[in-house]
């Protein structure tokens, strides 16, 4: 497809062409949902056996608490031992939480704005920074940026590609402004791009001076075992690189089983150096008597480790790699090749979602016209801060839920779609 | 029980006998656990059927929800209607949480303080407030008052008797400082006397005037169900007295099924007027994707509705009648009749909790000595905001865990203690 090189005649041909297909999509009545992360069915179908009442055996810990009582403020010790295999990091830099790790990162943040980052009287509650900022990565994902524009910061966006955020222009933020108190990240098959941030992006993270003591990384590993082709992709372990350059303090992990096992009956978790911890348990002490360390026990219990999720995770494969390679085909059958800046799609070996950019402006007006013929995706403006893609370009796919067929339907119908909002642009010139 | 009568000789003699008990005591090597209201393992067993995979059926909500996957910001329908039921209140005034309704009440509390109590840009965050004070009924519960202390508040103890909390004292302070932000309350089988708030009290609670307009009663309705003797103490809903008084949004009700089923893996509600709870989900709706959807469904599915769970507490009510019975006698064997304000203790209907109050200023003696002698009470102080009972006089007793014949020793021993720390006192006059 290249519609530079056509003049107004042919443009007008082709024209028709898809208007008269999109007309045909029209006359189906299509109702298909493509606009959040969320696992299918079949997929949930996986964990079934997690279920199962005899899973639970005596309702006993290894260390003989009963889970159906009280306690265990930072989880049960294998459910930390276990989200610590899955992140990387020792089972008591662990607190396991409930069913939504964003509930956790919510809450963790709200902490930090009442009472700062640690004990030290020097670190002041975020509250009283009347000017405190968030560095939100773009595209990115709306769910973290809401978090932080609901706590009153001012969110800067910085670009993202391929090896991760734009470290340069992230060094330069937080290095003279005091104000600057962290950044969202989605290290490994990144929502919407797929990308997978560079050992030497997680080195800077961990290494870059930063004007605000109390800075802090939100670390959201949440595809960090969600490979679709062959094993999760290798990368450094921003955790230990903090470790080694002097800075343990600097970042906060979170990770939950939603998309291992149930999105909304999973379990969540979050990890930190051992001071930041034992803050944040002296603050959830006041919040909560435990989490459901029943479905602790049963995630441990039917997961196993690290092996028997990735074993897990390739049953998911099977399911979610057909999803992607028919967005990846039709975008090569209706655009050709991809083409930076203009009209281009990522291609993640892992996570939820693929992104698609449509030239400059468009966004919008494609997702109308697809909304008119019954497909929604995610709204345009979705991946940036407060909601506005300033360049209206970015469109973040999610072919988790739907079938293959529905899914090659929906994913046609943008492509005509886009083509039809770039034509009339072309001869309106 | 009179001592106040004997001469130094008698009392003298008293005491031998009684360190002779303790001494017996003593040399048995007890551990026994008084400390927290957590149910026994027989209670637990009562709702083992709740955990069968087949309750569970197709996943599905009435409203054909899958209860695995993503959503349901405010709980399940069903689970809400449930919940409603318990609490008083429409499913529509409910937000049906995780397991812990102890977090709902932080985590609003903590909405409070960064955004005020609504979107009225008149209701500032409390957090600015720095003059913040909570009423804390007294003796009450220990986690309610740590939650206000760590937000900042200044505590201020309101006495409590069998009618409920001093009303005069309580409409006098809340009626000329606008820094008054909210009472504690739990209004049935109170924690620790087991009284229930009189209707008085409620349609006061309602009716008074406050100088702050943000001003919230938390209303933990954590008994509601769990009588002892025959039914539920009827009680006036203060959500509805609130409603004709023209003060809906005073009240803020909290409940969970921690002592009706699991205490580790209930599920929590929150009920409010309309406007608080639209106000407190766009909030949530940032913080979560929604609670654990399964765990709701098997709620209702087991317990069905109210009357179920009236049934399923008769059952609660055969284990816990015997150990609330077991303390009264050992108290009547030991002391004879209550006296007031000397030594008394309470005898409720329901809740989980007796409680004693020994002379002023032995409190935190006579629990010094139980511990010696392996057993262990919530200690002296508890009851009070900041862990300082200004009279160190009021013992909390927690019957629950223990069997019948370890709650008779432990009981007899906190006795023989009061017994020689006050003998002890007079022979020192």
Redesign the interface.
Known sequence: MNYLGLGKKELKKELDIQQSRYEKYMAMGLTLDMT?G??C?EQ?KL?EPM???SI?GD?RSENGT???????LAGLPEARTFMGELLGVPGENIICG???S??MM??TI?TF??FGVSEDENDR?W?EDKDRKFICPVPGYD?HF??TQ??GFKLIPVDIGPDGPDMDEVERIVRDDPSVKGIWSVPKYSNPTGYVYSDECIQRFARMKCAAKDFRIFWDDAYTVHFINGSPAKQLSLFDECVKAGNPERVIMFGST?KIT????GISALAADKRTIDFLLS?IS??????????QLRHVKFLKNVDGVVEHMKKHAVIMKPKFDAVGQIFENEFGAPREGQLSWTKPEGGYFICCRTGDGMASEVLSMCRRCGVAFTPAGSTHPYKIDPTDSYVRIAPSYPDVDQIKSAVEIFCICVKIVLINRLLAV
């Open positions: 959040r969320k696992p069915a949930l964990s279920l199962s009442d639970l309702y009963d889970c159906r009582n009280y306690g265990i409930g069913n939504s964003l509930n919510y809450d709200s704005m009442l509650p509250f769910r809401v978090i609901q706590f939603s149930f999105p909304g009956a603050k006041k919040q909560t008597i435990g989490p459901d360390k029943l479905n």
